[in-house]
């Protein structure tokens, strides 16, 4: 059975000339018509697909188009389409078209003809900076970012700096409300809600570059505030969480502020900070860095690890310096543990023993730094040692 009368179907056959269609003929193509009828419906998709909530003639037009069938013409969607009922049939309607004189439809001037669509593309912005091409807005430097430089014969040659990287009123307020919260409130909930946000939206990349250029400053400045120090280092991991990001093209400005947070002789104000928590931190970033983007810059994981053996082979590095730098090799993995650490591990001893021995330092703070770094030793290299033992003497780590 089919939901088509067949009724509908002797008026269709009437409009193209077919005056003696059978009962049989019409309760035959009903079904057939509701099937093609049902395939058009499936326009609907193409509307969900235009992020519409209604039908427009186009979506009809599409899902024609999908089938392979030709496109309704003489409809719009802009069309005032006027449905009358039809005399004799029940619940059966058809469209009113007026009557249109032939002689004005000719001298009538022809429509111009619709355009293709076509999908270009272009370069909104490369590492933050807008080139200057006919697709971008041009934007005139003003006079005050001008530059006159002057040839060798003294003529004066106007040399128009870069176009300034613009960015929506959003995103200005969207990082505002970061860089406040980085510097006042470091350890909110509010905070950590953001660290969220940055780790999971998908329209911050115009963003990476005043974030990457903020944690540069950040840490070039406020070595002393270790809050926002390890508010920075937070921002960082939540933007290369982020999947929608291209870090990778930032590398160059992100990698200094990290190590310098590792390796640093000072970081935050007070004796009591705790500094070491945010080296550990900051190696951790190093490790996810040369895991993620290794295969795409071979060099990057080696100059990393020449820096930490660098430091941790200088004797007049401070200790927090060597801690740092034992914490970045052995987040690297156990392998540069074996091969950088191990081996140099009998000469490092010699030097550390006497500074955690209290009648040889008997400054407190330079005696805890000791004991810090062995502890660093001890976790990385006598982690196989049997049960017997719970800790690891010096002499027994230098044997190991």
């Known amino acids: 059975m ?11 056959a009437q409009t193209i000339g077919i005056t003696n269609l059978s009962s049989d003929v019409s309760l035959a193509v009903a079904p057939d018509l509701e099937y093609r009828i049902r395939e ?32 309704i013409y003489g409809f719009a969607s802009n069309d005032n389409l006027r449905f009358k009922r039809a005399p004799g049939y029940n619940g059966l309607f058809y ?19 619709p355009l293709d669509t076509s999908i270009t593309s272009h370069w909104l912005a490369i590492e933050g900076v807008q080139p200057a091409i006919p697709e971008n807005a041009p934007t005139e430097a003003t006079p005050e970012i001008r530059k006159t430089e002057y040839k060798e014969d003294g003529l004066p040659v106007d040399v128009k700096l870069p176009v300034k990287h613009i960015i929506t009123t959003e995103l200005q307020l969207y990082y505002e409300k970061i860089i406040e919260l980085i510097l006042n409130k470091p350890g909110s909930v509010p905070f950590r ?33 270790l809050n926002n120090l390890f508010a920075s280092m937070r921002l ?3 933007l290369l969480q982020n999947p929608h990001i291209h870090i990778e093209l930032y590398l160059h ?32 970033l190093v490790a996810l860095i040369c895991k993620r983007f290794g295969h795409m810059y071979h060099n990057l994981q080696p100059r ?12 007049t590095k401070a200790l927090p310096q060597h801690y740092g730098a ?42 805890q730094e000791a004991w810090q770094v062995y502890g660093a030793l001890l976790a990385k290299i006598c982690m196989k040692r049997s049960k017997e033992s719970a800790v690891c003497s010096p002499l027994q780590l230098a044997q190991h």
């Not at 089919?2 to 269709?12: L, N, Y």
């Not at 550390?352 to 703070?365: A, G, S």
């Open 304 to 315: 990393v690890t020449r820096t930490f053996l660098h430091t941790f082979l200088d004797p």
């Open 326 to 367: 034992i914490k970045g090799i052995a987040a690297l993995g156990s392998r540069l543990v074996r091969l950088l650490i191990i081996p140099n591990l009998e000469p490092y001893l010699h030097l550390l023993v006497p500074e955690m021995q209290l009648e040889k330092q008997k400054n407190e703070i330079k005696r």
């Open 2 to 12: 089919s939901a088509i009368p067949k009724e509908t179907i002797e008026v269709i």
């Open 40 to 71: 058009i419906i499936q326009s609907i998709k193409c509307m969900r697909h235009s992020m519409r909530t209604f039908l427009i003639a186009e979506d009809v037009d599409s899902a024609l188009a999908l089938r392979n069938l030709e496109p």
């Open 95 to 113: 469209i009113d078209d007026r009557d249109v004189d032939i002689k004005d439809l000719i001298e009538e001037p022809l429509p111009k003809a």
């Open 193 to 225: 809600r953001a660290l969220v946000t940055l780790a999971t939206d998908s329209g911050l990349h115009p963003l990476v570059p005043y974030f990457t250029r903020f944690v540069a400053d950040e840490v070039a400045r406020n070595l002393h505030n």
């Open 253 to 284: 400005q992100l990698m200094p502020p990290i190590i310098t947070c590792i390796v640093a002789k000072r970081l935050g104000n007070r004796l009591s900070d705790n500094h070491w928590e945010l080296r550990d931190f900051s190696a951790n």
């Open 236 to 238: 960082v991991r939540s």
